[in-house]
């Protein structure tokens, strides 16, 4: 079975930083898209980041030159860092696969739409 972990939410004060990390476990063999998405009270889930397997990189605008994707390929973990932060990047973040291709038994399988547990972050003012 392969599951993301999620780590390193908290408290922080505005103008803070925290790095978030998502380790995939399992018997993997490759992670196509990962994904931060976010999602505050009374709010829709938003997507934050993208990094897909060839390290290329896009940000929601919101976050443009503040935070930074990036990924441990031997680790198979995807990071989040996040600098600056402000009141209005308080929710709860997800990291999203959109595929994995892992051992299954002695059969290779490929899942898709992977989802970690969530970790809250929260900025104080």
């Known amino acids: 079975q392969v599951q993301l972990v999620e780590s390193g939410g908290g408290l922080v004060q505005a103008g803070g930083s925290l790095r978030l990390s998502c380790t995939a476990s399992?018997?993997?063999?490759?992670?196509?898209?990962m994904n931060w998405y976010r999602q505050a009270p009374g709010k829709q889930r938003e997507l934050v980041s993208t990094i897909n397997s060839g390290g290329s990189t896009d940000y929601a605008d919101s976050v443009k030159g503040r935070f930074t994707i990036s990924r441990d390929y031997a680790k198979n973990t995807l990071y989040l860092q996040m600098n600056s932060l402000k009141p209005e990047d308080t929710a709860i973040y997800y990291c999203?696969?959109?595929?994995?291709?892992?051992?299954?038994?002695?059969?290779?399988?490929?899942?898709?739409?992977?989802w970690g547990q969530g970790t809250q972050v929260t900025v104080s003012s």
């Open positions: 999203n696969a959109d595929s994995i291709t892992y051992r299954s038994g002695g059969y290779v399988a490929t899942g898709y739409d992977f």
């Open positions: 399992g018997s993997i063999f490759s992670i196509n898209l």
